[in-house]
Antibody
Framework: QLQLQESGPGLVKPSETLSLTCTVS??????????WGWIRQPPGKGLEWIGT???????YFNPSVRSRVTMSVDTSENQFSLKLRSVTAADTAVYYC??????????????WGRGTMVTVSS | DIVMTQSPNSLAVSLGERATINCKSS????????????LAWYQQKPGQPPKLLIY???TRESGVPDRFSGSGSGTDFTLTISSLQAEDVAVYYC?????????FGHGTKVEIK
């Protein structure tokens, strides 16, 4: 079955760039016409959608981070990635990758990675 | 952005009793062209990612026990656990996917009384 796994540094310095990758296993990222999202959760707090990328490369971002975020897809590696620039302590969170249900941007997230904790600190 | 407001923040329910969680959106999430409510419910246990329980406000995800049910339309929604089990202890979130950015409620913590 389809599985997602986040990877990347657990510690990032303030003002630097947070870079995470989500590896998709169990199916080809380009065969499903799916939309792939990033969601984060600060410690003890709720969930915030960061953005979504379609396997074809179209991107959709939360206005709260739009000026600082980039997403990309690497179909050869079956991965998609997140880059968040100029991070501050407020970006400290568990970062999840997830798939939109039904190959539809306007749908719930049905499959989630286990999440990776990223701490912004010097 | 659509603001999702959940109530209560937490509740304690005896095993086998009913648990009810409410979610209100700041604007309607009912899409008139297909008559669907763009509303989902998730369960999150400590140290785990959220798990999709309900979508389209009332459609149970495959494998979700039928003691979980969703109802409501427009701006007011409810998640009901008909007979609380020990494994249902978790935080529950509603989410609208009517527009971007999709937004989540702040969560409701369910515990055993």
């Amino acid at each position: 079955q389809l599985q997602l796994q986040e990877s990347g540094p657990g510690l990032v310095k303030p003002s630097e760039t947070l870079s995470l990758t989500c590896t998709v296993s169990g199916d080809s990222i380009s065969s499903t016409s799916s939309y792939w999202g990033w969601i984060r959760q600060p410690p003890g707090k709720g969930l915030e959608w960061i953005g979504t990328i379609h396997y074809g490369g179209s991107t959709y971002f939360n206005p709260s981070v739009r000026s600082r975020v980039t997403m990309s897809v690497d179909t050869s590696e079956n991965q998609f990635s997140l880059k968040l620039r100029s991070v501050t302590a407020a970006d400290t969170a568990v970062y999840y990758c997830a798939r939109h249900f039904g190959n539809d941007l306007y749908h719930a997230f049905d499959i989630w990675g286990r999440g990776t904790m990223v701490t912004v600190s010097s | 952005d659509i603001v999702m407001t959940q109530s209560p923040n937490s509740l304690a329910v005896s095993l086998g009793e009913r648990a009810t969680i409410n979610c209100k959106s700041s604007q309607s999430v009912l899409y008139s062209s297909n008559n669907k409510n763009y509303l989902a419910w998730y369960q999150q246990k400590p140290g785990q990612p959220p798990k999709l329980l309900i979508y389209w406000a009332s459609t149970r995800e495959s494998g979700v026990p039928d003691r979980f049910s969703g109802s409501g339309s427009g701006t007011d929604f409810t998640l009901t656990i008909s007979s609380l089990q020990a494994e249902d202890v978790a935080v529950y979130y509603c989410q609208e996917y009517y527009e971007t950015p999709p937004t989540f409620g702040h969560g409701t913590k369910v515990e055993i009384k």
